[in-house]
């Protein structure tokens, strides 16, 4: 069959046609590459905001504690009787929540590699909800302070019964050690949602 076609080829003064090759197409992966050195950083990273996790909810689970047992008997004075130590309890709860979350998160994220909700929801989610419950709890720590200084200025609750208002400076005092944590935790997912702004990605490999 190939000779006939040379020979009529050859006839009619046209160059033969070459047989048609078989063409490999190399297609590039879309996945990108990240290098060992990348993965154990981002690890190392996602590990660094899972300790200032642990810590946040530690100092604000412990500061509600403190704050919820705050009863010595009916001649006392009792935690729920004050709204600024009302408000404490409640910040110090909120973000104790959270911050249960957010470890639950962090571990999902470190053990498989992704992110629990999709990616730009899961940045923009922790960045938010850090700043918000940062200034709550603040917020509330501040307005502790002021109750426990008039408590001892102003008024003769702290004479009549000192451990009460001890153990409302703990809660207090506590609760700012929660807000220097969390505060931390919003830097570090303020980073992120500035790197998957700028490259995409939450973290630049």
């Not at 998160?105 to 850090?130: C, K, N, Y």
């Not at 426990?148 to 702290?158: E, I, W």
């Not at 009460?164 to 506590?174: E, H």
Request: net charge neutral; proline share 3%.
């Amino acid at each position: 069959m190939r000779s006939a076609q040379v020979q009529q080829s050859q006839r009619t003064g046209e160059t033969p046609s070459p047989p048609p090759q078989h063409r490999h197409h190399h297609y590039q992966s879309t996945t990108p590459f990240h290098s060992t050195v990348s993965v154990q950083k981002l690890r190392r990273f996602n590990s660094l905001i899972f300790v200032f996790r642990l810590a946040a909810f530690s100092f604000s689970l412990t500061s509600a504690v403190f704050m919820l047992t705050n009863s010595r008997g009916s001649s006392s004075p009792r935690w729920y009787d004050f709204d600024a130590f009302r408000f404490v309890f409640a910040a110090n709860a909120i973000v104790t929540l959270y911050s249960l979350f957010e470890m639950v998160a962090s571990v999902w994220e470190i053990s498989r590699g992704a992110t629990l909700f999709p990616e730009v929801l899961q940045v923009w989610f922790d960045f938010g909800h850090d700043q918000v419950f940062a200034y709550l709890l603040l917020s509330a720590d501040s307005a502790g302070t002021a109750l426990a200084r008039v408590l001892k200025d102003g008024m003769d609750t702290c004479e009549a019964s000192n451990a009460f208002c001890v153990q409302a400076d703990i809660s207090i005092a506590l609760g700012f050690a929660g807000f220097l944590f969390l505060g931390f935790s919003s830097l570090l997912s303020g980073f992120r949602v500035a790197c998957f702004i700028i490259n995409g990605s939450r973290f630049h490999l």
